[in-house]
């Protein structure tokens, strides 16, 4: 079983929302930054967005920014992603990870996360 648990993606009309779940076991979370990250037939992954450990700092893609937004509820272990205004152009494959003893800061960059969810499939219909 993953330590990172993913879920909440599916099928959405363009426009419409959807809110991924990234649910710890294992780990207490309150000690990790949290990253989401996609990948999209035929592209490399990219960053969407990050939240420090203590939650007082988020980052998000220029692509993303002002339709998405990362949250963190450390008594439940999850971090969420609302995502508002959906696109075609944001179809991928979801993935969050988590990073430890980053608390003040988190990095866009997949490249010093420790635990990493399964993913989850986020279509959107055109």
């Known amino acids: 079983q993953s330590r990172l648990v993913q879920s909440g993606g599916g099928l959405v009309q363009p426009g419409g929302s959807l809110r991924l779940s990234c649910k710890a076991s294992?780990?207490?979370?309150?000690?990790?930054?949290i990253g989401w990250f996609r990948q999209a037939p035929g592209k490399e992954r990219e960053s969407v967005s990050c939240?420090?450990?203590?939650?007082?700092?988020?980052n998000y893609s220029d692509s993303v920014k002002g339709r998405f937004t990362i949250s963190r509820d450390n008594a439940k272990n999850t971090v969420y992603l609302q995502m508002d205004s959906l696109k075609p152009e944001d179809a991928a494959v979801y993935y969050c990870?988590?990073?430890?003893?980053?608390?003040?800061?988190?990095?866009?960059?997949?490249?010093?996360?420790?635990?990493w969810g399964q993913g989850t499939q986020v279509t959107v219909s055109s």
């Open positions: 939240i420090s450990g203590s939650g007082a700092s988020t």
């Open positions: 990870a988590a990073e430890r003893d980053r608390i003040r800061t988190c990095l866009m960059t997949p490249l010093e996360y420790d635990y």
């Open positions: 294992g780990i207490y979370l309150h000690y990790y930054a």
